[in-house]
């Protein structure tokens, strides 16, 4: 047994970050990062905070699923940096909505919701479980550099979550790490220590654009290429690619390199940029409540992120 997604949920901060407004803080223009990456707009916290996000789209995936607070055996939170080093921010979403379940964060940066649904299938195989919610976010506004124009234009915050019930709708899942802190790296900051003999770092994002494009566009074919097989399908028979939104022309050049129509892949980093782990999750939630999705539909879910990590998988819609 693995499970079935039963609903979804997302929660988007209200202000929306056009790409002329990045513009006046650095040296880039609508035109450059339209081409280069297809984001048109991303939504920024100004008053939100990760805890009321992450509970929003916690509360909204319940209500999806028809499933109380109090009937969940386990929340998984994916994120890098939840609202506090502890309580974990899983904890933080169960005080809030009510749950007295088993609470606990992952960390694999934008590939955590993939990584959360493999870590959530060995609970339902092992029938500690009958309902689990797992709830990504990343508050990537507080950690990003806005004077490094490479980076400070790619990435938007928002939360999103699903709730998984006892079923057999995982086909195939994958997940790799290949450990480099060259290619994406965001240093703690700050060290209280006063026998710390390093230098503190700014707790920003660092990273080498170009190396993190030529993995991601080939981890994205190979990990659906992979999950396919694995789940003993056939290109052909995928319905919907739901991608890891960090860039547009990597989908598209995953797409050039698989045998599923580009059409199939569902797109919206125009309207969020890269919200790293949240993003499969916004957009499946966003696939799931526009009726791109019906029910038997087999979708693929890809991501990549920091780590460097990948995960990829082969759901059955079964909602
Ligand atoms: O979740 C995983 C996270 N990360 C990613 O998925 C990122 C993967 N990488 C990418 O998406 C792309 O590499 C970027 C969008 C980051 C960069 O696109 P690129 O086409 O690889 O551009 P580039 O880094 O090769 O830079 C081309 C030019 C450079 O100028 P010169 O040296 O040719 O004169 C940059 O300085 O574009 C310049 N540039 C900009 N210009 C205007 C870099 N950023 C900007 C900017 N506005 N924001």
Same mark, same amino acid.
């Given at each position: 047994m693995s499970f079935t997604i039963l609903g979804t949920g997302k929660a988007i901060p209200e202000y929306t970050m056009k790409n002329d407004e990045l513009s006046t803080m650095v040296e880039t223009n609508d035109e450059w990062i339209r081409t280069r990456t297809g984001i048109e707009e991303r939504h920024i916290c100004k008053s939100e905070t990760i805890t009321e996000l992450t509970v929003l789209a916690a509360q909204r995936a319940l209500e999806n699923a028809g499933?109380?607070?109090?009937? @969940?055996d386990l929340i998984i939170c994916t994120t890098m940096?939840?609202? !506090?080093? %502890?309580?974990?921010q899983a904890c933080m979403i169960q005080k809030e909505i009510g749950a007295t379940c088993a609470a606990f964060d992952v960390n694999a940066a934008c590939s955590g919701f993939i990584y959360a649904l493999d870590i959530a299938a060995g609970f339902f195989e092992r029938k500690r479980v009958k309902y689990v919610l797992v709830v990504s976010m990343d508050n990537l506004s507080n950690i %990003?550099?806005? %004077?490094?124009r490479s980076t400070c234009v790619l990435f938007g915050d928002g939360g999103a979550a699903a709730v998984l019930g006892e079923? !057999?709708? @995982?086909l195939s899942i994958n997940l790799t790490a290949t450990g480099n802190d060259a290619a994406i790296r965001i240093p703690?900051? %700050? !060290?209280?220590?006063?026998?710390?003999?390093h230098e503190e770092e700014r707790a920003v994002l660092h990273m080498a654009g170009n190396e993190v494009y030529k993995f991601a566009t080939a981890a994205m074919a190979n990990g659906i290429k992979k999950a396919v097989e694995d789940a003993g399908l056939?290109?052909?028979?995928?319905?919907?690619v739901i991608p890891h939104q960090a860039n547009i022309r990597i989908i598209n050049t995953a797409a050039k390199n @698989?045998?599923?129509?580009?059409?199939k892949f569902f797109c919206n980093v125009q309207h969020y940029g890269n919200t790293s782990s949240a993003s499969v999750v916004i957009a499946l939630d966003e696939a799931n409540r526009g009726g791109v999705l019906k029910k038997g539909d087999l979708v693929a879910m890809c991501a990549f992120g920091g780590g460097l990590t990948t995960g990829s998988c082969i759901i059955r819609w079964n909602k």
């Open positions: 499933i109380k607070a109090e009937d @969940l940096r939840g609202e !506090n080093i %502890t309580p974990s %990003t550099d806005w %004077t490094d079923g !057999n709708d @995982l703690h900051g %700050t !060290n209280s220590s006063p026998f710390y003999e056939q290109q052909s028979d995928i319905d919907c @698989l045998d599923i129509p580009r059409e």
